[in-house]
């Protein structure tokens, strides 16, 4: 059983390195399983398409946000922080392990790949949508954040992580301008 999963992590985490790299049509499920070091018929055991294992991908990283979510959420500190521990999180996904957080071949998705990753991750997304907007709450709430309606300031806020994962910016970058833009257009004085 360890083994299966071993493997699965390990053809899931090639894929991911080709992804950010490459774009979807040039690479290969053939490629895929070379690099991984399993046979093509090992790797179509775990994914029967490229479809597939890119929905397996995204899946891959918006649990691990969810995980992160749920942690920072359920913390006893004030929305601001929150806030805060969330974006220094995202800001590692996005440049540590993880070189795209939503790696750029995305873009270059066929209507059957985005039907296909759509399905998978649809449940994921709107959990993150639900619990940011819960964060923003709290920090209304608390006097924090200005009142705008709080499901709208999650979806700025999404918009902008999200869009940092596609960025070629540096992590700095994103540390010393992207708070900051965020936070003049919420926090009151």
Do not use: W
Request: hydrophobic share 40%; glycine share 6%; with cysteine.
């Amino acid at each position: 059983m360890r083994t299966t999963k071993n493997k699965k992590e390990k053809i899931l985490g090639v894929a991911r390195r080709l992804f950010s790299t490459k774009s979807y049509d040039s690479v290969s499920m053939d490629m895929i399983a070379k690099s991984a070091g399993v046979s093509k018929g090992c790797l179509y055991i775990y994914f029967k398409s490229k479809a597939e294992l890119c929905a397996a991908l995204f899946e891959s990283n918006l649990q691990l946000f969810r995980n992160i979510l749920t942690d920072i959420l359920a913390r006893k500190v004030k929305a601001r922080e929150k806030l805060e521990l969330l974006f220094e999180r995202f800001i590692e996904l996005a440049g540590g392990e993880r070189p795209s957080f939503f790696f750029p071949a995305a873009r270059e998705f066929s209507p059957e790949v985005h039907r296909s990753v759509g399905r998978k991750i649809l449940p994921h997304i709107e959990f993150i949508r639900q619990a940011i907007t819960q964060l923003f709450e709290q920090g209304i709430k608390e006097g924090a954040f200005r009142d705008y309606p709080a499901d709208e300031l999650a979806l700025v806020f999404l918009g902008m992580l999200f869009s940092m994962s596609q960025r070629t910016t540096t992590i700095e970058s994103m540390r010393k301008h992207f708070l900051p833009i965020l936070y003049n257009g919420i926090l009151k004085g």
